[in-house]
């Protein structure tokens, strides 16, 4: 299982896939499942849906995780050939000098570029410990003017990801460019290959969702359209066992799955998740009985599609489930492969206790 788990996720990291711009990731994800035998549809916004019909009398269940990454898009090219660009989505200031990004030109054709950090030789004493802001930094792809960019198919608007990038570190970690969320897209193609055969689940629908990074709510048509009763996004956890991460929590890489008790984020979103008590129950009696060790995550800052998706309809009962990650938004996010296959083991097992016996009466659960 680890070895797909990586290889899957390994394959989905080299592929560049902005917000608003995943159809090369679908297409490879919508190949893989048709390999398991599983179709899939594409909706409007670009989310691609796969259902694995079970027990209609048992309650249904979404999952997701997201295809998109975080990065930029062409704003300006300047006369010299050097290229200005805007954020999309939130994209580390401080960890975007000198690295290599690369252009996506259409028709899967891309260009490198380097994100200019400015000559050391020539850096003030005050210059040495500020963070550059975006609208200073600017792409090198070698071109000596504006119509050498052009012609080499730049335009306003080109989607540029960091360079996609793999590193093998050592005890099953790997590190690389989206991790967020390519890691939870293979956690789901697993999860396929294991459920598909498995008789008297409830039915699943395996949603790989658009512009998460971009404003959380392509998710929410699927949910439209689906109607679940329960959703559970996959993504990542912030693991707090790096000597900078310390006051944040208690998840630590290689430990296990990670189940989020509380997000929320102020500035204006105004929004997170409150796992439903029925989905924590479920989740931490089967870790229980399946003998995982699950972590728990409750801290503002960061948020995944339940937030909206939790609104649909009547509503939905959510949960945020997780795979403990360092870094995360740079080029060189951090996983462990250990955490990729406990959640998918525990997720197979949850499923399969879902039965006619499992309620979502908020009624039937004491605070
Ligand atoms: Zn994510």
Redesign the pocket.
Known sequence: MRDRIKCWTEALMMIPGLSGFEGNVRRYIKAELKALGLSSRTDMLGNLIATIEGNPKLPSVMLIG?MDQLGLIVRKIEASGVIRAERVGGVPERALAAHEVLLCLGQGRTLPGIIANKSHHATTPEEKYRVVPYQELYIDCGFRSAEEAVAAGINIGTPIVYAPNVVQLAGGRIGGTSV??RAACAIMLELARATRELRDLPTIHLVFSVL??FNLRGAVTAAQVLQPDICIQL??ALATDTPDMGHRGDVRLGAGPVMSMFSFHGRGTLNGCIPHPALVQLFQSTADHEKITLQRSAHIGAL?ETSYVQLVGKGVASIDMGFPARYTHSALEVCDLADLESLTRLLVAALRRIDAGFSLDRDDYVE
């Open positions: 997201h967020d969320d998460e990074e993504d990542l995944t």
